[in-house]
């Protein structure tokens, strides 16, 4: 079994060969000083031509025109393209030419990196350019880039825009769609802008436990592991709620931390297994004074990307200047639905859900099955920022009780086009309380609700020694990303997203041919499934072939149209 190189593969590595025989190094270990880059030469060069006398640079090559003598090349760095000018004998003064004649004619490709050192000067076309007079080649690129052809207009055609291969090549994508940098630069701004905010109001910013021996903070499913030398099962975070109120436990009047949360859930539009969340505790405060803080800190984040409050998201125009709408989780599901389900009992809740068409089953209690109401039938309505209040009690059971409303926590979520950015509370601080609580949620988990939170015992603990009155918040950075800069997938604003195991085609021999001959076309089976049924194929041969073929364990053999993939573990 072999797995060939393509043609431009081959002749690139015997250019790499032809490099190192010409005693050029395609890797050199040396630093290379930079002092200009592209996006600064072409806005600023016809301000100061004087101050671009002697430049170096370096960045891949992304084009090329030769031309006998002379040549012309696309160079793009970090910041953008930028055309680059060669000629032979400035570049070569001595009568060796090696370097224009068959380094750079026939050596070099689209995709590698150099760096050249000239001046900045303005071609007859008008065209800001750099005049090179020395050129190193940084690294040989032994792959070929995807060509992304544009038009005269700039509109690109013929383009790496497969979104699996995308994803799953985001070094490739972003290099040949540097425009989609664009949106990670403004999840930095995301980021900075609120930390600078919360910052500047003198909260702190904390690390706290990946690993938890306890999952709680959330309803959510979560991946578990085993530490050996301790021998005992831990459990990758699904929130870190409750090591920063043991924070504010210990005496700090504000704390919040960036963090990635790991959920063993689906995957779809909105929601990736891995996900980065922004979690803040004030003391002395509560949700309502939580509405107005989220209001002002979103705000800005919106001016600093856009230099508006108003952000185009899907055709609307999103206003993040407050105040918000706020409606009550009752209110909104009557509001949508006509339907008043405050005094409703389990049994009526269920029987409301079937009623309109709502999937639910005997794990759900009162609290899952309003959730699932809300849902269906509200959640898509709630384009503008709205605050959503006043959940039941037995939704949020890190809340604190409603001061005056019977039966509900002091809650908010905040919904933008009709997705959940952010959850906040009062938080719960009489101990007592919280421990029933956690019972209450021992009882679903009895009941099959795979989702509920375990007992915290030192929590419990904690807030036993007093947590002053608290007002916590999270929200989903991703998706506050994602409306930021009008992205409809989750996919779009996370560098390596989350992706199925890839399958690499392969070429079988006859011998390997008989192997699959086993397996139905279409059909994916086990291959230890396929091993059982031919005794005489050795599984040492059978292992040591694939894995000295591609280095990792074959889970599945699949039959397509287009010829038979292996999938790795």
């Known amino acids: 079994m072999s797995i060939g190189l393509s043609e431009q593969e081959i002749l690139r590595r015997d250019s790499l060969k032809q490099l190192r025989e010409l005693g050029i190094n395609p890797y050199p270990a040396e630093a290379y000083e930079i002092n200009a880059n592209a996006a600064d030469i072409l806005a600023n060069y016809e301000k100061d031509k004087t101050a671009y006398k002697t430049i170096s640079i370096a960045g891949r090559i992304m084009g090329r025109n030769i031309m006998g003598a002379a040549s012309f090349a696309e160079l793009q760095d970090a910041t953008g393209r930028i055309q680059i000018y060669l000629k032979r004998d400035e570049l070569c003064p001595t009568d060796d030419k090696t370097l224009y004649n068959t380094v750079f004619k026939k050596l070099l490709d689209i995709g590698d990196f150099i760096g050249v050192e000239g001046y900045v000067f303005t071609t007859q076309t008008g065209e800001i350019s ?46 040949v769609n540097p425009d989609y940098k664009q949106i990670f630069i403004n999840r930095s701004k995301v980021i900075n802008t609120m930390r600078n905010y919360f910052d500047s109001q003198g909260w702190m910013e904390v690390e706290t436990p990946i690993l938890q021996a ?28 409750l090591y920063l109120k043991r924070l504010i436990v210990a005496g700090f009047d504000g704390v919040y931390e960036f963090g990635k949360m790991f959920r063993n859930e689906g995957m779809d539009r909105t929601h990736n297994p891995e996900f980065t969340s922004m979690e803040i505790y004030v003391a002395y405060k509560d949700y309502v004074w939580m509405m107005d803080m989220v209001e002002e800190c979103l705000e800005k984040i919106a001016v600093a ?31 949508y639905t006509g339907i008043d389900v405050s005094e409703m009992s389990e049994e009526q809740l269920a029987q409301t859900c079937k009623d309109q068409g709502i999937e639910i089953d005997d794990s759900m209690g009162r ?5 699932e109401l809300f849902s269906e039938k509200v959640e898509a309505n709630l ?18 009780k409603h001061r005056s409303k019977e039966g509900l926590v002091e809650r908010f979520e905040l919904f933008v086009m009709g997705k959940e950015i952010g959850n906040a509370y009062s938080e719960l601080n009489d101990p007592i309380d919280q421990k029933e609580r956690f019972e209450d949620q021992l009882k679903l988990a009895a009941r099959g609700d795979d989702e509920a939170m375990a007992m915290d015992d030192d929590f419990v603990r904690a807030l036993e020694y007093g947590m002053p009155p608290t007002s916590g918040l999270g929200i989903g950075i991703d998706r506050l990303v994602m ?10 604003v996370l560098f390596f997203p989350q992706m199925r195991p890839e399958k690499k085609k392969v070429e079988l021999s006859a ?10 076309e279409g059909e994916e089976q086990l291959l230890s499934d396929v091993k059982a049924q031919l005794p005489d194929w050795s599984n040492k041969k059978w292992d040591t072939t694939l894995k000295g073929l591609t280095g990792k364990n074959i889970l599945k053999v699949n039959k397509t149209d287009d010829g038979l993939f292996l999938t790795y573990k």
Not at 154 to 167: A, I, M, S
Not at 319 to 329: I, Q, V
């Open 305 to 335: 990307i856009h230099g508006s409050p108003v952000v185009k998201v899907g055709g609307h125009e999103i206003d993040f200047a407050g105040p918000y709408e706020k409606l009550t989780m009752y209110e909104s599901i009557h509001k």
């Open 367 to 371: 609290g899952k099955l309003v959730d």
């Open 130 to 175: 750099i005049h090179v007079n020395k050129l190193t080649v940084l690294s040989k690129s032994l792959r070929p880039l995807p060509i992304v052809k544009r038009d005269d207009e700039g509109n690109v055609f013929d383009g790496f825009t497969n979104p699996e291969l995308r994803y799953r090549m985001r070094y490739v994508d972003l290099t």
């Open 511 to 520: 011998e390997e041919a008989e192997l699959y001959a086993l397996v139905k």
């Open 383 to 400: 384009i503008q920022p709205t605050y959503i209040t006043d959940y039941p009690i037995e939704m949020t059971p890190l809340a604190k």
């Open 214 to 241: 306890v999952h709680g903070g959330a309803a959510a499913r979560p991946f578990a592991t085993h530490h050996n030398t301790l021998d005992m099962p831990l459990f990758l975070r699904i929130a870190n709620e």
């Open 483 to 492: 409306l930021m800069t009008d992205q409809s997938t989750i996919q779009e």
